[in-house]
């Protein structure tokens, strides 16, 4: 059974940071593309980061750049996003997603950015 779960969201002021993490069970983690998405209430779900199988390739979302950065350890099976320079419009649950034909997700981890 493939797990994603998520954690490290939280409340932080405009300005601060946080790291997400997405631990990864029941697949083998190299074989997938891994992502990050995030949705806000009444939004839909955007792509934030994209990260290829080695780490060797990345995508970042006009949004994010400069302020983020997505990573991955394939030894742990964990995939991260550094969260830098937070603003109040980052607010929204933030998604791990892995693709590579088949489609998982996780429960996704809040995020709220205070002004």
């Known amino acids: 059974q493939v797990q994603l779960v998520e954690s490290g969201g939280g409340l932080v002021q405009a300005g601060g940071s946080l790291r997400l993490s997405c631990a990864a069970s029941?697949?083998?983690?190299?074989?997938?593309?891994m992502n990050w998405y995030r949705q806000a209430p009444g939004k839909e779900r955007d792509i934030v980061e994209r990260?290829?199988?080695?780490?060797?390739?990345?995508y970042y979302a006009d949004s994010v750049k400069g302020r983020f950065a997505i990573s991955r350890d394939n030894a742990k099976n964990t995939v991260y996003l550094q969260m830098n320079n937070l603003k109040p419009e980052d607010t929204a649950m933030y998604l791990c997603?892995?693709?590579?034909?088949?489609?998982?997700w996780g429960q996704g981890t809040q995020v709220t950015v205070s002004l």
């Open positions: 990260i290829n199988w080695n780490g060797g390739w990345t």
């Open positions: 029941g697949l083998t983690f190299s074989s997938y593309g």
């Open positions: 997603n892995a693709a590579s034909g088949a489609d998982y």
